[in-house]
């Protein structure tokens, strides 16, 4: 599986993609399922800014923490029922891996925004990289993302 921004999908909270060639290397000759979490969620293309906020996507899913936009509207919900799609697309499709956009509140492996729309980041995982994680995919940042 590969964050679908990575691919070319102009699907970000932006309305752009982050195509990358390194990423395109990493997958030459593996069968790949492309998927945005957050756009199988609910939430529109452009969308506001999201981040976590009392923890990572572990928290998320524990219950412990949420994600909100940077005008407070919290879209925690969107950003559970995109990982949980996205866990069912991967297993349809027997991934194993996964290879994610660094830093997303969704997608984001080792590394998250921290909650205060600064740019700031901190250890942690999204939303989806946690479950699908907790769900025996190895999960990686993209390289070059």
């Known amino acids: ?27 030459a000759g593996h069968d790949v399922v ?7 969620g609910g939430l529109a293309t452009p969308r506001r800014p999201a981040e976590l906020v009392g923890g990572d996507g572990h928290d998320v899913l524990d219950g412990t923490a949420r994600v909100v936009e940077d005008t407070g509207r ?5 950003f559970v029922e995109g990982a949980r799609r996205a866990l069912a697309a991967a297993r349809r499709a027997g991934c194993s891996q996964a290879l ?15 909650g205060s729309f600064t740019g700031r980041p901190v250890a942690g995982d ?20």
């Open 1 to 27: 599986m590969v964050s679908a921004c990575l691919r070319g999908v102009p699907c970000r909270y932006d309305g752009r993609h982050k195509a990358s060639l390194e990423v395109e290397q990493a997958v």
């Open 34 to 40: 492309a998927f945005c979490p957050e756009v199988a």
């Open 74 to 78: 919290d879209v925690t919900a969107e």
């Open 100 to 114: 994610l956009m660094p830093r997303s509140p969704s997608c984001g492996r080792g590394s998250v925004y921290d």
């Open 126 to 145: 999204g939303v989806t990289a946690a479950l699908l994680e907790r769900n025996g995919i190895d999960v990686r940042p993209a390289p070059g993302a």
